[in-house]
């Protein structure tokens, strides 16, 4: 099997099992690898109704075709499971160097099962893999385990780990590797944190055969040549995503103290340029990566100092405009803070930001809260994200969830606890932005932007390559009203198709939807390294079944699920923008509907958001439709 190390490893943590198993040539071919790998496994193996921390759920850390493989980025991993924040689909990915190890040692996938009796690691050196004792290593940071263990094992070792959030179930707990790459997202690090698995230590030796060898390294080259020539090249490179801050603020749509506005007066404190002047000390990179996005710095503030890679501009966005922060460097800290403790840095900001606000309103007390909080206070960040992590006092109100805490709390909490079906809303504020609107709102496993970016149509007038965009973009003292149309849907449903395919092929977007680099060049790696002869075109088609499937997952998973699931908080349709360049903006109920109708629509979904029996036959998905009729779906 071309391109692939070939093998399903299989760990159950209960019985102390190991199993490897071929990797299926019908998972290959009807579902790439990575995202894809992940969503088929997952439906066809997670019992239905199974809580995300009882031992049977699945971590699945998957990896695609092209991970590995000599051209740009490829050195992405997928992880998988019954999300912990929305009781539905999640899959979360990270860069690094975790994914190509894995296949070096021989392994495409690894699922894991079960709960250890004790805390644990899974130790990977090609053919042995070992169940051993983590005792040693439970209770410390992230950051901290992950050179721990290094020390112990060899620097050569790639390794993911938890922090103390995971250990306690924070339902948006993360994966952390690399010293600051993160699996951020739908609370992977909490399922694995159930399971008493502290890290997972891989090495591998082996070779990947590549169907033709002489061809693909010729392609991968001119890949790397191709990219670097690329005109945003040389833009994008020195501030990473930093460097969208100002064009963010410009145009309105910086989630600002618990997204109640769209600017921050002090973006230019925070963004790109602050983090090349102030923090930086080099720039860090992915595997095969010539546009290394990460920048490794030291930050120094009141509350504390550390080295830490980034902030990037999602942590940016949530703690120095959800959270206010004022400066770069505290910005960098209570990154390094999270990362410390395991905690995903969106979700963070957005339920920090949330307490405040109901602090502020006096729908949490002082006593409740156990101290005076505000933002622009660094202190009240990491004073509440001690507790989030260890689940004392407020902390463990906060580690549910913004969904959840708002749920619990009540008092009309619920109109501005900013998420969409349990997952906490990512960098971009959009009452002026229609299409990303859209785009939060459809994204299967929650508000995440990175399922869809379609900002660049909603403000100006282009959607594949963000630094054209930017570029483009200027200063602008204020935006025209965005124009709300069905070609939001498809706009949005194009972008997730592409995001997709880059899930499931194990390669970073960066270079085509950042850069513009051709698409083509894709389709024709894929060929030349697994054999199997496929354009542009039928691989979306792969990326749209494998929507419909984890769309059917959900589904299935959360009871009444439907299109109510899929609205975003009043406060986006409610409440016109307070100031900034999008001040008095809003999108109306009605327009909420009418994206839905045409989305769904254009989808082959039912008006309540469920594929139809029809759909799914189209998309080869008649297991699901089998399981649907059974269940009375249908």
């Not at 721990?148 to 590797?177: F, M, W």
């Not at 690399?178 to 739908?186: C, L, P, S, V, Y």
């Not at 939807?513 to 894709?522: Q, S, T, V």
């Not at 016109?576 to 809003?586: E, L, R, T, W």
Request: glycine residues 10%.
């Amino acid at each position: 099997m071309y391109g692939y190390a070939g093998t399903i490893l299989r760990v159950d943590l209960s019985s102390g099992s190991v199993r490897k198993e071929p990797l299926p040539d019908s998972l290959v071919k009807n579902f790439i690898g990575g995202r894809g790998f992940v969503a088929k496994m997952l439906y066809d193996e997670t019992a239905p109704a199974i809580d995300p921390f009882d031992p049977p759920n699945m971590l699945i850390a998957a990896t695609g075709p092209l991970t590995g493989h000599f051209l740009p980025a490829s050195g992405k991993t997928h992880f998988g499971t019954k999300s912990p924040a929305t009781g539905g689909y999640a899959d979360s990915n990270m860069g690094g160097h975790f994914g190509p190890q894995l296949k070096y040692a021989g392994y495409d996938v690894v699922v894991i099962t079960g709960r250890a009796e004790s805390p644990c690691y899974l130790f990977i050196l090609d053919d042995t893999v070992e169940i051993r004792s983590a005792d040693d290593f439970w209770g410390q940071g992230s950051i901290t385990v992950e050179k721990n263990l290094k020390d112990h094992l060899g620097d050569d070792y790639q390794i993911i780990t938890i922090g103390p959030a995971g250990e306690n179930l924070v339902r948006y707990a993360c994966i952390s590797h690399d010293f600051g790459r993160q699996a951020g997202r739908t609370g992977v690090g909490a399922v694995m944190g159930s399971k008493n698995l502290k890290a997972i230590a891989v090495k591998g030796t082996k070779c990947l055969p590549v169907a033709d060898l002489k061809a693909a390294y010729a392609k991968g080259k001119e890949a790397y040549r191709k990219v670097m020539a690329k005109p945003g090249f040389e833009g994008w490179t020195p501030e990473g995503t930093a460097g969208i801050t100002n064009w963010t603020n410009e145009v309105g749509v910086f989630p600002t103290r618990n997204f109640q506005t769209s600017f921050a007066e002090h973006y230019k404190d925070i963004n790109g340029q602050a983090i090349l002047d102030r923090l930086k000390i080099t720039d860090k990179g992915c595997f095969g990566c010539p546009t290394p996005c990460g920048k490794y710095g030291h930050t120094k503030t009141s509350s504390g100092s550390a080295y830490v890679e980034g902030p990037e501009y999602e942590t940016i966005a949530l703690f120095g405009g959800n959270c206010f922060l004022k400066t770069i460097e505290e910005v960098a800290y209570a990154n390094y803070v999270c990362d410390e403790l395991g905690i995903d840095t969106i979700s963070a900001g957005v339920v920090i930001g949330w307490a405040i606000e109901c602090f502020q309103k006096g729908i949490l007390t002082r006593e409740e809260v156990g101290d005076d909080i505000d933002f622009s206070d660094l202190e009240t960040v990491i004073f509440l994200l001690e507790k989030i992590a260890r689940r004392e006092g407020i902390g463990d109100l906060l580690a549910e969830g913004v969904k959840k805490a708002a749920e619990k709390t009540g008092q009309d909490s619920e109109r501005f606890a900013i998420h969409v079906k349990g997952l906490e809303w990512s960098g971009y504020e959009c009452r002026n932005a229609p299409s990303m609107m859209l785009a939060y709102m459809t994204a299967d496993v929650g508000a995440h932007h990175n399922r869809a970016w379609v900002l660049g149509h909603d403000l100006a007038g282009a959607w594949t390559n963000v630094h054209d965009l930017i570029a483009s973009g200027g200063e602008v003292e204020a935006q025209p009203k965005a124009v709300v149309s069905d070609r939001s849907a498809e706009y949005v449903i194009a972008s997730q198709h592409k995001r997709s395919l880059f899930d499931a092929l194990g390669n970073f977007r960066l270079q085509m939807m950042e850069l513009g680099f051709e698409e083509e060049h894709y389709a024709e790696l894929y060929s030349l390294i697994t054999g199997r002869t496929k354009n542009w075109g039928e691989l979306l088609k792969i990326s749209e079944r494998i929507w419909h499937l984890t769309r059917s997952f959900s589904v299935r998973e959360i009871k009444n699920f439907g299109r109510h699931l899929d609205l975003p908080p009043a406060r986006l349709y409610e409440d016109p923008i307070a100031n900034g360049p999008n001040q008095g903006h809003v999108l109306s109920r009605e327009d909420i509907d009418n994206l839905l109708n045409w989305y769904y629509e254009a989808r082959g979904w039912d008006v309540n958001g469920i594929p139809t029996r029809e759909t799914l036959i189209r998309a080869s998905l008649k297991e699901v439709v089998a399981d649907f009729d059974e269940k009375g779906i249908f």
